[in-house]
């Protein structure tokens, strides 16, 4: 079992910057694939970014390419999201999650996910 708890989230302006953080719970961190989905008032849950459990590939969505960045830190069981060049249509529900498949986990299919910290970009 995988709890996963997010922070980072708040209210910042066009062009401003914000990390997210997932915490996880366990000793197995380093074995799970880690993501991040967002979630727009009306809109279903798209994919951000996802990293392999090896640290070494990465995965991002054409909308937040060259704007945000995934990292782990497996020593501090945590996955971060930098987020540069924010937009208002960044606004959403930040999710983390984690699976052992990274396919799966791309698809939105995790088996395990935070409870979501709210991103919001003012115009």
Request: proline share 2%; hydrophobic share 35%; charged share 20%.
């Amino acid at each position: 079992q995988v709890q996963l708890v997010e922070s980072g989230g708040g209210l910042v302006q066009a062009g401003g910057s914000l990390r997210l953080s997932c915490a996880a719970s366990g000793r197995t961190f380093s074995s799970y694939n880690m993501g991040w989905f967002r979630q727009a008032p009306g809109k279903e849950r798209e994919f951000v970014t996802a990293m392999h459990l090896s640290g070494v590939n990465t995965y991002y969505a054409d909308s937040v390419k060259g704007r945000f960045t995934i990292s782990r830190d497996n020593a501090k069981n945590t996955v971060y999201l930098q987020m540069n060049s924010l937009k208002p249509e960044d606004t959403a529900v930040y999710y983390c999650a984690a699976d052992l498949d990274i396919i799966r986990l791309r698809l939105g299919r995790g088996d395990y996910w935070g409870q979501g910290t709210q991103v919001t970009v003012s115009s």
